[in-house]
């Protein structure tokens, strides 16, 4: 596999030399403050270090922003996993807040959508194949390949399908067999991983910038940083960690290797006017696709007697976010009768790049850009060299940029100490 994508730029034009930052304060710069800024700034300001951490937008949060009311939403249908690293990060630091997760109730109103119709349960196949370790399946072969060959095509298919929750990409069975078990596994866990914030994913975005603050983490919004050369004007020098779409911190580092593959998914967020007996998930197991009514276990993101449903269709080259809309709206008709007339408001978009890597056959998260980008620029976000599922991937990339960030400022201490001085006793 070529890896030359992921080796350091030699492009020195938009990068501050080497002399110049040993001479410089040691406060490490956060370029982005959706959960991978906001982890890296606390882990780094939990180390001692002075932080600044730069949002474009006016709110923090990135693709983890929670929609002003009445119906709160998250870009796209947010989850987060209890047994991931990151769960336990935060509630060590008190940040998890209220938690919720899908009602015990609500089990019986989950269906399935196979041969054009919805079922009460999957193929059999499906939860066995979900059983085994994703240690058991190959780097180098794509999931269809090797499913099929332990559970035939139907039910292959059908599982790949059903993953798809976890990785908004038009094909899942394309992609390495590894990659995809994990998410099959951690997708179909029993009891279910999946815990919801209380007032969305903002309520716990607030919750860790109201920490970062209280460490002394110095937080900008609305200013855009378009280039490093940016930060000498604004008086920053020290580390800079990127946490950014890989998108934007290809635009910023000027590094077009900064690369990987991604995907393409319609979104589409409906509030209805609430009608009993409604179903809480619908998993399309014939393309991939997911309609969750998320105010099944958290009625607080819609206002009384109203349902707040969040669905995600991957779409695939030369589809447009119209075609993953059409399925939406035919699983709509299937599993909400009348839906159309009990619309109260709709939002719908295409999220192209915004929903996380994948791993085609050959290639694992240590084959995608690294984190270190020589010259201390560190990159961060859901898109780079660490492990995880979905926004665990954020998370990782957050503290392993923070660590090497801290370790660079050290380093820069220690260039600049006098020779034969020992500031420990200084």
């Known amino acids: 596999m070529d890896r030359s994508n992921h080796s350091h730029?030699?492009?020195?034009?938009?990068?501050?030399?080497?002399?110049?930052?040993?001479?410089?304060?040691?406060?490490?710069?956060?370029?982005?403050?959706?959960?991978?800024g906001l982890t890296a700034a606390i882990t780094a300001a939990e180390s001692g270090a002075a932080v600044t951490l730069y949002e474009a937008h006016h709110t923090l949060g990135g693709r983890a922003r929670t929609a002003e009311g009445p119906y709160l939403t998250n870009e796209g249908p947010h989850a987060l996993y209890s047994r991931g690293p990151?769960?336990?990060?935060?509630?060590?630091?008190?940040?998890?807040?209220?938690?919720?997760?899908?009602?015990?109730?609500?089990?019986?109103?989950?269906?399935f959508h196979r041969g054009g119709a919805l079922r009460r349960t999957p193929p059999l196949g499906v939860f066995r194949?979900?059983?085994?370790?994703?240690?058991?399946?190959?780097?180098?072969?794509?999931?269809?390949?090797?499913?099929?060959?332990?559970?035939?095509?139907?039910?292959?298919?059908?599982?790949?399908?059903?993953?798809?929750?976890?990785?908004?990409?038009?094909?899942?069975?394309?992609?390495?067999?590894?990659?995809?078990?994990?998410?099959?596994?951690?997708?179909?866990?029993?009891?279910?991983?999946?815990?919801?914030?209380?007032?969305?994913?903002?309520?716990?975005?607030?919750?860790?910038?109201?920490?970062?603050?209280?460490?002394?983490?110095?937080?900008?919004?609305?200013?855009?940083?378009?280039?490093l050369d940016a930060l000498d004007s604004l008086a920053e020098d020290g580390p800079v960690i990127v946490a950014t779409s890989l998108s934007a911190a290809r635009r910023l580092l000027k590094d077009d290797g900064l690369r990987w593959t991604g995907g393409r998914t319609a979104l589409l967020d409906l509030a209805v006017r609430a009608r009993r007996g409604a179903p809480f998930i619908v998993s399309d197991l014939d393309a991939p696709g997911w309609l969750e009514r998320f105010t099944a276990q958290d009625p607080s993101l819609a206002?009384?007697?109203?349902?707040?449903?969040?669905?995600?269709?991957?779409?695939?080259?030369?589809?447009?976010?119209?075609?993953?809309?059409?399925?939406?709206?035919?699983?709509?008709?299937?599993?909400?009768?009348?839906?159309?007339?009990?619309?109260?408001?709709?939002?719908?978009?295409?999220a192209t790049g915004r929903t996380g890597a994948v791993d085609l056959p050959g290639t694992t998260w240590r084959d995608r850009p690294r984190i270190d980008r020589g010259d201390g620029v560190y990159l961060a976000g859901d898109e780079v060299a660490a492990p995880g599922v979905l926004s665990e991937v954020s998370f990782n990339s957050g503290i392993a940029a923070a660590s090497l960030a801290l370790q660079r400022v050290q380093f820069l201490r220690d260039a600049a100490r006098p020779a034969g001085v020992d500031l420990k006793r200084a």
Request: cysteine-free; charged content about 20%; overall charge positive.
């Open 9 to 36: 730029s030699s492009d020195s034009s938009h990068r501050r030399s080497s002399s110049h930052r040993t001479t410089r304060t040691t406060r490490i710069t956060v370029i982005g403050g959706g959960l991978a």
């Open 86 to 111: 990151h769960w336990a990060w935060l509630r060590r630091r008190g940040l998890l807040g209220p938690m919720v997760s899908p009602p015990a109730r609500e089990a019986a109103r989950f269906r």
């Open 129 to 227: 194949l979900a059983r085994r370790p994703a240690q058991q399946a190959p780097v180098d072969t794509d999931f269809m390949t090797w499913a099929t060959a332990l559970a035939g095509p139907d039910t292959a298919r059908a599982a790949a399908h059903f993953a798809a929750v976890a990785l908004f990409h038009d094909d899942p069975g394309s992609l390495s067999a590894a990659f995809v078990q994990e998410r099959l596994r951690r997708a179909a866990a029993l009891p279910p991983e999946a815990r919801y914030p209380v007032g969305g994913w903002g309520q716990l975005t607030d919750r860790m910038a109201g920490h970062a603050w209280n460490l002394g983490v110095r937080i900008e919004t609305a200013v855009r940083i378009d280039s």
């Open 303 to 350: 206002p009384a007697g109203h349902e707040l449903l969040q669905g995600h269709f991957p779409v695939g080259p030369g589809q447009s976010a119209a075609d993953g809309i059409a399925r939406a709206e035919r699983l709509l008709d299937l599993g909400f009768p009348g839906w159309r007339e009990r619309t109260v408001w709709r939002r719908e978009s295409l």
